[in-house]
């Protein structure tokens, strides 16, 4: 089952915080976070792995709740370049396939 | 290093041709993935390929098969075409080490298909 992104979309002006949620129906392993711009390809963002093992960039943070199933994606003081298409991909128990959530839509404006 | 390479990057095919589509990995990468991009259902995974064997495969009809060769390059397979297999198709290496689970995604470009 495809894990559920929230908000779909978020506008906000440059400085402004935000976050992302994704949620899960399974027991997950790890959550993966990707940003997509336009006409591009997916680019990984940060990994969560069960246990709390976290890699990612130090502008942008993430936490991961085993209990809840739930992940969320930090981003601070934003960036026009953070502009673009936010997905997370869980991977449950039995391993080894990430399944995608919708997207959340993110636009910075100046 | 080069990053994942697709060809070809744009097809038109009409309904009930096949398409083959083709994925170079970065270099050292033994996993390659495979995922269906289309607007309503989003990113989908179509099935995963590490050193020449399948290890996982999503939820998609039998016309859609892949392979992988020895030196890591795949190809996926697209029969009898329908209007629904429109979509942008992605393919991602990753150094998949062995006892982990889903390593990080090197996405490629793409391959858009349009199928009329």
């Known amino acids: 089952q495809q894990p559920v992104q929230s908000p779909q979309a978020v506008i906000l002006r440059e400085g402004e915080d935000a976050v992302i949620n994704c949620s899960s129906s399974?027991?997950?392993?790890?959550v993966h976070w990707y940003r997509q711009k336009h006409g591009e390809a997916p680019v990984f963002l940060m990994i969560?792995?069960?246990?709390?093992e976290q890699k990612g960039h130090d502008k942008i943070s993430a936490s991961f709740n085993e209990k809840k199933q739930q992940s969320s994606l930090y981003l601070t003081a934003s960036q026009l370049s953070y502009s673009g298409t936010y997905f997370c991909?869980?991977?449950?128990?039995?391993?080894?396939?990430?399944?995608f959530g919708g997207g959340t839509r993110l636009m910075v404006k100046p | 290093k080069a990053g994942v390479t697709q060809t070809p990057r744009y097809l038109i095919k009409t309904r009930g041709q096949q398409v083959t589509l083709s994925c170079s990995p970065i270099?050292?990468?033994?996993?390659v993935s495979w995922y269906q991009q289309t607007p309503g259902q989003g990113l989908q995974f179509l099935f995963e390929?590490?050193?020449?064997?399948?290890?996982n495969k999503g939820n998609f009809p039998g016309r859609f098969s892949g392979r992988q060769f020895s030196n890591s390059r795949s190809e996926m397979n697209v029969s009898t075409l329908e209007l629904g297999d429109s979509a942008l198709y992605l393919c991602?290496?990753?150094?998949?080490?062995?006892?982990?689970?889903?390593?990080?995604?090197?996405f490629g470009p793409g391959t858009r298909l349009t199928v009329l």
């Open positions: 991602a290496s990753s150094l998949l080490l062995p006892g982990q689970g889903v390593d990080t995604q090197y």
């Open positions: 399974k027991a997950l392993y790890s």
């Open positions: 969560l792995l069960k246990g709390g």
């Open positions: 991909g869980t991977e449950d128990m039995a391993g080894n396939m990430l399944t």
């Open positions: 270099s050292g990468h033994r996993s």
């Open positions: 390929y590490f050193s020449e064997t399948q290890r």
